[in-house]
């Protein structure tokens, strides 16, 4: 079982991201240092860290999908494993990663790292193949 600061951690460090908060960001870097020293002595007692630990180090990866079929691209997309995807859209550009990607009549995916989002792909399989190259 996670414990609830662990939990809580991954919470901030992704709304960091899907609302480009720095301050939520800054709270759970800060938690995550406060337990590094104990993570590297006990790792298999401190999963929820090690796995947020993982994503903070590496980067999530941005999941941006956005236009009519943005929830069916979603959940086909989302029975790949892509544990450190974080996924975000629907049919308006109401996030900050979103602004400006919505294109009429069309349904776009765009894979970002890092704000910095790769050309947009109209299928989950080539938008799948941008994960291979990062």
Known sequence: M???????AT?????????????????????MLKVTPWL????????????LFGVMTTKP????????????LGFEMQHQYLPTALFLGGKEENLPLLKQ?????????YVCKDKVCRQPETTV??????FEKQ
């Open 2 to 8: 996670p414990s609830s600061n662990a939990v809580m």
């Open 11 to 31: 919470v901030l460090f992704d709304l960091g991201n899907y609302l480009e908060d720095e301050d939520y960001l800054e709270i759970a870097s800060n938690m």
């Open 40 to 51: 590297k002595k006990g790792a298999p007692y401190f999963g929820q860290w090690a796995q």
């Open 61 to 72: 990866f941005e999941v941006a999908i956005l236009g009519e079929k943005a929830q069916d």
């Open 101 to 109: 990607k919505l294109v009429d009549g069309e349904t776009k995916i």
């Open 125 to 130: 399989e080539k938008a799948l193949l941008h």
